[in-house]
């Protein structure tokens, strides 16, 4: 119990003095975040609806690219699959949110389920749990998909794959005349 009291005093006493270092030295801890060259930006392809595409979300930094995905002019959705490929040289998944989806704004239940499949492949769906459809008028947030900057240099394309969009009908039928829009990612 001494041993690991005094190593946590040791370490508290190592952090105090590296603070006071860099106190001395007129560092500040936003220094080193402000002082970061590298950029992570996000470029979404586009097309004309209806249509399933990208966005970076406004919350997105320096390491972590928040990418929105987003359903426009598609009526009766029901769920939503698909999965997304990435060069994980540059990118790796961290996170899911999907708080404020669109498919739940009538206070319908959703059941959302993120997987990594394999290294470089996300694999998404997310559907209303209840019989109903809901509509899409316009661009409207479904998901979002939090990726993490692996390098300092490279770029990695943001690609959907498996698509569908489901609508309420019995039995479920695919909406066709979708286009689905990806893009890509950019560390310099």
């Given at each position: 119990?001494?041993?690991?009291?005094?190593?946590?005093?040791?370490?508290?006493?190592?952090?105090?003095?590296?603070?006071?270092?860099?106190?001395s030295?007129?560092?500040?801890?936003?220094?080193?975040?402000?002082?970061?060259?590298?950029?992570?930006?996000?470029?979404p392809?586009?097309?004309?609806?209806?249509?399933?595409?990208?966005?970076?979300?406004?919350?997105?930094?320096?390491?972590?690219a928040e990418?929105?995905?987003?359903?426009?002019?598609?009526?009766?959705?029901?769920?939503?699959?698909?999965?997304?490929?990435?060069?994980?040289?540059?990118?790796?998944?961290l996170?899911?949110?999907?708080?404020?989806?669109?498919?739940?704004?009538?206070?319908?239940?959703?059941?959302?389920?993120?997987?990594?499949?394999?290294?470089?492949?996300?694999?998404?769906?997310?559907?209303?749990?209840g019989?109903?459809?809901?509509?899409?008028?316009?661009?409207?947030?479904?998901?979002?998909?939090?990726?993490?900057?692996?390098?300092?240099?490279?770029?990695?394309?943001?690609?959907?794959?498996?698509?569908?969009?489901?609508?309420?009908?019995?039995?479920?039928?695919?909406?066709?005349?979708?286009?689905?829009?990806?893009?890509?990612?950019?560390?310099?």
């Amino acid at each position: 119990m001494k041993r690991t009291a005094g190593r946590n005093v040791t370490f508290a006493m190592l952090a105090l003095a590296l603070g006071s270092m860099l106190v001395s030295a007129g560092c500040k801890s936003s220094d080193a975040i402000a002082s970061s060259s590298t950029r992570f930006t996000y470029a979404p392809a586009g097309g004309p609806s209806p249509s399933v595409t990208t966005a970076l979300a406004a919350a997105s930094t320096a390491s972590v690219a928040e990418i929105e995905i987003r359903i426009t002019d598609v009526l009766d959705v029901l769920s939503a699959s698909f999965s997304l490929d990435f060069d994980t040289a540059t990118v790796a998944f961290l996170d899911f949110d999907a708080a404020g989806s669109h498919l739940a704004s009538d206070g319908t239940m959703i059941q959302p389920v993120v997987q990594l499949t394999q290294a470089d492949r996300l694999t998404v769906g997310i559907t209303r749990l209840g019989a109903s459809g809901i509509d899409f008028n316009g661009s409207q947030f479904l998901i979002k998909i939090r990726f993490l900057r692996v390098t300092s240099s490279g770029t990695s394309p943001l690609t959907f794959g498996n698509n569908e969009l489901l609508d309420s009908m019995t039995p479920p039928q695919t909406i066709v005349g979708v286009q689905w829009f990806g893009g890509t990612f950019q560390v310099d």
